[in-house]
């Protein structure tokens, strides 16, 4: 399994390189009679989309109209969205939704320096070390620009969850080395980092025009809260609630680590503190419950599970942390070695991103979408 | 997928509840040819074994030999493993491994409490959420002895890793609070807690004995180190060669977050930081070189990486850190719900692990072995 | 995927040889609370076992009770079956489900001369190309009795169908040269062939016993229906009902051919011959409609398409036919070549089946069986 | 798994519908460096084109240069193939590769009569109970365009399989009641009805035009052959090459049987009639022998097995044949009932196929290859 397919029931497929004719994906599974346009799906892409945020803090103008992201890289990437199938009469069939986006910014570079060097931090060396050929051209397939296929497919799961009450959101909660101490669910789509406190969004932005102007990058995390689950989504073995989303998180370029609930805190407390105590609920049980009827669901008094036990939802809220390294494209100079094995030196030039934490914000949003339909529809077929 | 087979081509699929007749494995996909007896897995799933481990520092005299290891639940398990098929003459066939291990200590306790209550920080609840009913002896398959099949096969994995010269090795880096400080490679197994540094490991104990008078648990942290992987191992997008361990290792209960190399901490890094300079190798390359001939293998200078970029792997040791909770099993009294939704308190009896970390150490090789074994079975059919 | 697995959402997991430990299967994804327990799944092992029919026509008196069937070796199988897991106070839990039977009746013999020589129509030269080693002790993984795991399993998909109303019933329709001429459901199951005519059946046996005379073997066609199906099961594509009911057939050794309705005969008929008319039905739609209400169900006025159209069931019975190739093991002398590759003759000795159409049946019922429920359950995923 | 994915390691997606706005496929698990450009894809898109046979036997005009196909719909589709992804240099990459194309002939038609009336021996009745919709306009789904992506993926996959000399091809053998009585392999081509024997073909055309005059429509067999492969492709159990290759020929419209070597006939033959003897090979062994070496491999002096033995291939040519049903629309009056449920009669207007044999004959090909190539990255997996 070359793995570009992601999921068992709600599988999607994705394709395309940075530089090639078109980015896409082919959505299988989807159930029949969800509401779909491709203005839908251009909604999230735009969010994924460089320089497209409309607040940035250092007021240059932004050619779509909004202030330019000094997180972000100034190329223009249009990516409009097109559906080719799976859609009748403004509806899902039931049938394969493709959607493709187009590459159409693609400047004839000189590949010459990326063609036959290798780049720390990307995955240039072990790409020749796996195939014998590559894709030099602004990474291939490796390139960030992989993840349009998986927001695009993420903008349908997440219309398919909403008919269920199922809301996933996600937020820069640190980056460059700046944390933040509020959270204020408002300000995350205000400010350019996708930051939950406009204070310390300010701040990482400062850094962040610092970092740039050496040259360097920087890291983050990211915060992602899946509100409104049922109870019991999960296998209670090998495809654990947890261990799915673990997958899907890390299977984004630059995350480095993924936490639950307390995570590696949990590390150093005890059973008694770690435990979430629980109290009769005074909810009506919502659940995924077949066969006998569940009286009561629980409160749970603290949430160090992170809303999962033996894999399972609880029903509180899903909560995790995913660490993003900083961008590994800086025009500082690096020691490597060229396809020939010899040792050389490296600048990477061009325009890119100094920290990904915005960008990344709706691609985790995507995966976790994409994770839990799938066990949903798993889940609705065992009543 | 109800999610208890794992591996696409190197595929297991384990069975068996902790108070039920058997737990096991059926193995798919094992190359033929590959010398195999009971006595391999045995001594894998002794390494599993609760109070097995003969260097205890308490001197407690164990039944078997050893001394009683104070982390580790005084259960009695034998867990003696029986071969059910796929092996001719002492080498695998190429057909199904089945592995059985029968449960021979379930005593005929009176399971009243845990039957009608749902424990705080186990899967009881959500269990009885997903199914309606629940096999609650002794947390029927979200028990640890679920365990038993993945060590099993892991112990098979290992053996045919060996051949391409692959070695998986974990240890406790860290637990009840208490970090080591050097690393041994030696003391491992020479240690109660599977500590990479012995004078650690006697002050790890000693807070044991602490939290098991107060009826508390305590956590830990796991390192592992794959060495001797090819270049090019994992897929670039969905089944990333990170994505997939973490995938494997969070489906381990009790664990709640993973980190590869630098991992949380590569979130406060600048790119000049993180990016692991590479400089031309001695060494041949040895790697999943398909097509041209590739010249030059790197050496990195540092591993940041953890042996990872873009999902596949470099050539450097791969090494993560999972982050184990404190065992949910604790004598304090704890606020719960029954299965009725009322209020009630809960002590949970019986002979518990106080830390789990030196009993998860071979669990965690087991999933890394299964793992990294899948992706290179599917590297080879791609030359 | 080495194959042993069969199935989606409702997955098997097969294992053994002939003459190793035991043979079995590993069921994941079965729903919980169905009822569940061996005499169950015994009742269907008994009916593949050989010489375990009541009402053979020779009259020779079966140590079971009951008389032999001149079809079958007289072999002595037990076939005792234990379930190991996935059961509790008589229900199923949802957890895997693992049964195993003992191989008890290995004679220790000389298996000198199929050990080094290729039986002819035997899967043994292949066996032997593909993984460089064999069991060659009675078939091993490729003897008939590799399908006790699938009866097994196909008891419990049979359990769980009857919930929704669906049954599988297969019988002989052709065997040894001889063809039902009537249809008679009651009589299935009271004659040695399993024929659905009486008076066929008993001429089926006297040629058989005239070629078990002779030293040779014949072949037969099964036939096999399926009632209840809602309309609309199976998928527009790759999987097909009609696709993945013949991969479960062919997946059974000695099946040659399958049919769906007209079949072959379809291929010589025009199409205003072959397409079923529709009238308006007079039964409700019990069927799979989610979304928009469907009015009205259709009564075909023939069923050539054999209750699937596109792929999908109709809602009319579906009904295919299975070739049944003669048993390979005849004790005349054949042509063939060694495990040295040079040229030599070989006389297949030993208790063997003179035509496997009554063993056969339940086998093939049990595919069926397998391969619907796991479209159910897929379906209800949708909805 | 809603089933529009096809293969494990070489792994396929379709999508599209015939009147959306395009069709096509991914490609994932492609070895690298495999030569691929449109051309190579368009040759066999152009074989499935309606009306695209050069030499029809009526004389017509064709407007691409040749003449007219009786046979065949005198609808125009162009379906030009563009590569979006997965290509570099002319070579694959080991990344997906995706295929697109487009629908430029949908004719902005009056679907009112299809649109309300289920057509008989049409999938639409099953479509609309399945999803509760249905994209009525020309079949959507399961138009006979769906099968677009399954040549243009089976096109890779031969330029794949070519590399070890394996060989796929498919001809017509019977059709409209008319069989092939000789066999000319170079005839199969040069006739519209891409039959073996050009006499048969003419009378086959002739009949085609009575049938077409008539309103009517025929049917017919395809036999398919696979040469060069090695001994030991195919899994042992439910993963039989014979398993396989059943699902991959059922799974295409309109098939509606399939047997391999004798086939049906083989249920009538005794064993030492099927049976095929084994004498020494001259060849030398070029299959897939891991471990300990094959000495010598067998002629097989009859092939009844159809090249396949306990689902492993032989050595010899596999050879399995399948049975076309007519085509489903004619103009003729049939009894069907409206989406109302009430009785109606229809006429299905507009330009269809008689007989669909000359448009099957690639996509057999093209599904045989896709099963053959994925079995065998599968075996090298295992080496």
Known sequence: MAGNTFGTLFRITTFGESHGTALGVTIDGCPAGIPLDEALVQKELDRRRPGAHAAASDGTPDPRGGRLNPAMTSRKEDDSCEILSGVFEGKTTGTPIAIVVRNTNQKSEDYGDIAFKYRPGHADYPFRAKYGVRDYRGGGRSSGRETIGR??????????????????????????????????????????????DSAAAEKMLARIIELKAAGDSGGGIITCRIAGLPAGLGEPVFDKLDALLARAVLSVGAIKGIEFGAGFAAARMTGSEHNDAMRSGTATAGGAEPGAPLSGKPDFLTNHAGGILGGLSTGADVVFRAAVKPVSSISIQQQTIDTDGRDCDIEVRGRHDVCLCPRIVPVIEAMAALTVLDLLLQQKALR
Chains 1, 2, 3, 4 share one sequence.
């Open 151 to 196: 927001v695009a497919a993420g903008a349908v799961a997440r219309a398919v969850l909403e008919r269920d009450g199922i809301a996933v959101r996600a937020w820069t909660s640190e980056a460059v080395g700046i944390s933040c101490e509020t959270f204020d669910e408002e300000a995350i789509e205000q400010n350019a980092m996708r930051a939950c």
